[in-house]
């Protein structure tokens, strides 16, 4: 999600029957889960195969349609398990993205395995301290513990299509968000242990200073950006920036983070596309 710092009106109707339609969720969307209950690697109380319940993070939109809602039932599944062991070796939870339900009430299985694509940010994830195969969550520790809220990410592995009709229909009355934040995976350098990023502003002027303000939802101590001169893009300013990780991660919890980065009076969150 992208926002800036103007507040927006959302006005509410219905849509017609001739408005009705089926709109198609493409093969490959994202979607993000959040677990509703904690599960750890205690094999007394989990075992692999064990269900596990979730909720839609964010709405998933598509053509301007609500196909997916906020909110919306999710299962999870614990595909491998593994107790404490000697030696100081900690315990292993492994989950999986099943299923999910749309706006239609149709049950969307989704994805598992290895993301491929996320192979060039192997080097990221290492220096967060953990290297996780999208959209699988893999945590160690003493007792892996994943946490009610933990976010994390799933696929949808085939295009789906999805009734939206006789739904209510949501306009959304707002300026065009003026600052985005991209993260330049393939631009990290492990050594330097500063994450890249790319800010672009729509505005008389670019970016002459930013910060990440809050983590998480919750505020931080301001973290600076380091900022190259704005160049131009088309009618909006960019320029290059980087973020030192280690204060920005102490901030992180397990699975998918986000941060807010503030420049003057824009704001954009970022969504890392790393899970702890």
Same mark, same amino acid.
């Given at each position: 999600?992208?926002?800036?710092?103007?507040?927006?009106?959302?006005? +509410?109707?219905?849509?017609?029957?001739?408005?009705?339609?089926? /709109?198609?969720?493409?093969?490959? +969307?994202?979607?993000?889960?959040?677990?509703?209950?904690?599960?750890?690697?205690?094999?007394?109380?989990?075992?692999?195969?064990?269900?596990?319940?979730?909720?839609?993070?964010?709405?998933?939109?598509?053509?301007?349609?609500?196909?997916?809602?906020?909110?919306?039932?999710?299962?999870?599944?614990?595909?491998?398990?593994?107790?404490?062991?000697?030696?100081?070796?900690?315990?292993?939870?492994?989950?999986? *993205?099943?299923? /999910?339900?749309? /706006?239609?009430? =149709?049950?969307?299985?989704?994805?598992?395995?290895?993301?491929?694509?996320?192979?060039?940010?192997? *080097?990221?994830?290492?220096?967060?301290?953990?290297?996780?195969?999208?959209?699988?969550?893999?945590?160690?520790?003493?007792?892996?513990?994943?946490? /009610?809220? =933990?976010?994390?990410? *799933?696929?949808?592995?085939?295009?789906?299509?999805?009734?939206?009709?006789?739904?209510?229909?949501?306009?959304?009355?707002?300026?065009?968000?003026?600052?985005?934040?991209?993260?330049?995976?393939?631009?990290?350098?492990?050594?330097?242990?500063?994450?890249?990023?790319?800010?672009?502003?729509?505005?008389?002027?670019?970016?002459?200073?930013?910060?990440?303000?809050?983590?998480?939802?919750?505020?931080?101590?301001?973290?600076?950006?380091?900022?190259?001169?704005?160049?131009?893009?088309?009618?909006?300013?960019? *320029?290059?920036?980087t973020v030192q990780l280690k204060p920005l991660s102490e901030h992180f919890a397990k699975g998918i983070n986000r941060f807010v980065v503030e420049a003057g009076s824009d704001k954009a969150e970022v969504i890392l596309d790393v899970e702890m």
């Amino acid at each position: 999600m992208r926002f800036g710092s103007t507040a927006f009106l959302i006005l +509410t109707c219905s849509l017609s029957t001739a408005n009705a339609a089926t /709109v198609t969720i493409p093969s490959g +969307t994202k979607l993000y889960g959040e677990l509703d209950e904690q599960v750890t690697s205690d094999v007394s109380k989990f075992k692999a195969g064990d269900l596990l319940k979730a909720h839609v993070w964010r709405n998933i939109v598509i053509d301007g349609q609500t196909v997916i809602e906020a909110g919306a039932p999710m299962i999870v599944q614990i595909a491998d398990i593994r107790k404490r062991r000697i030696a100081g070796r900690g315990g292993d939870v492994k989950l999986k *993205a099943v299923s /999910v339900r749309s /706006v239609d009430n =149709t049950e969307i299985f989704l994805d598992g395995g290895y993301d491929k694509e996320a192979g060039h940010r192997t *080097a990221l994830a290492a220096s967060l301290s953990a290297l996780v195969l999208w959209p699988l969550i893999f945590i160690r520790g003493k007792e892996a513990v994943l946490d /009610v809220g =933990t976010v994390f990410d *799933a696929s949808i592995p085939a295009d789906w299509h999805v009734a939206v009709g006789d739904r209510p229909h949501t306009l959304r009355l707002t300026s065009a968000s003026r600052l985005t934040v991209d993260v330049l995976y393939d631009d990290f350098d492990e050594k330097t242990k500063e994450l890249p990023l790319r800010l672009t502003l729509c505005a008389d002027a670019g970016p002459q200073s930013a910060q990440v303000v809050s983590v998480n939802d919750k505020d931080v101590p301001a973290l600076p950006i380091a900022l190259t001169p704005a160049e131009p893009a088309g009618e909006c300013k960019t *320029a290059r920036g980087t973020v030192q990780l280690k204060p920005l991660s102490e901030h992180f919890a397990k699975g998918i983070n986000r941060f807010v980065v503030e420049a003057g009076s824009d704001k954009a969150e970022v969504i890392l596309d790393v899970e702890m």
